[in-house]
């Protein structure tokens, strides 16, 4: 067997027995100390980078099982269909009538995001809303923003989820009141009752992330 042949099982196999590594281990796999060579074969293969990590580990795609989410971990590194931490936080706020407050998007991805949605908020990727004292990141689509403005409203009227009665709202889902917890997320509420079919898309994101942190 070829020198070159035999390298590329070992790479292969690298993946195959540890689902995810790091360049120094690619390299070593491979028998070389060129970064580009490793690419090179990654592309090949085709793989994922890690949005966790400082995007230091490496799948390939066949390896990544993405939930409704379209998020992969494995020891912990997290790894997205999205791709590097920006765009999935920018698939993720886009994706959302409600849109995210960074914490929240650091509970879903498991990772610091405030850089991230500062970054996308200074590019005018996302916009953002001072919510009691909070930034709340959210789609730049007009539509979008227009459908979020009716909770803003009732968020100021009402204050923060810890001063709302739950038990009131939740027998009042189609008045005036339930468009709040859909919109502002307040998914307290939203476990009182069935899930409805969840999907993969975009629009979906802010439901299965309630779901994925319950």
């Not at 592309?43 to 998020?71: C, P, V």
């Not at 204050?159 to 889902?173: Q, S, V």
């Not at 917890?181 to 439901?207: F, M, N, V, W």
């Amino acid at each position: 067997m070829r020198i070159e042949a035999f390298h590329a099982v070992r790479f292969v196999e690298l993946f195959r027995t540890r689902k995810i590594a790091t360049m120094p281990e690619l390299k070593a796999a491979l028998g070389t100390d060129v970064d580009m060579t490793v690419f090179r074969k990654l592309k090949e293969l085709g793989y994922r980078t890690s949005y966790s990590h400082r995007g230091g580990y490496y799948t390939l795609n066949e390896i990544a099982l993405f939930n409704d989410l379209g998020l992969w971990s494995f020891r912990a590194v997290w790894f997205s269909r999205y791709g590097t931490l920006v765009r999935t936080c920018e698939a993720f706020v886009t994706g959302s009538e409600a849109g995210y407050f960074a914490e929240e998007l650091d509970n879903v991805l498991h990772v610091e995001t405030k850089a991230a949605l500062l970054h996308l908020f200074r590019a005018a990727r996302v916009s953002r809303e001072e919510v009691s004292g909070r930034y709340l990141y959210c789609s730049s689509e007009p539509g979008v923003r227009e459908h979020r403005s009716s909770g803003e409203e009732l968020w100021k009227d009402h204050g923060p989820a810890k001063a709302l009665d739950t038990d009131a709202l939740a027998t009042e889902r189609n008045s005036q009141f339930y468009p709040l917890c859909a919109l502002l997320g307040l998914d307290t509420l939203r476990r009182t009752e069935p899930d409805s079919a969840s999907s993969s898309g975009p629009r979906r994101l802010r439901r299965n992330a309630a779901n994925q942190l319950r």
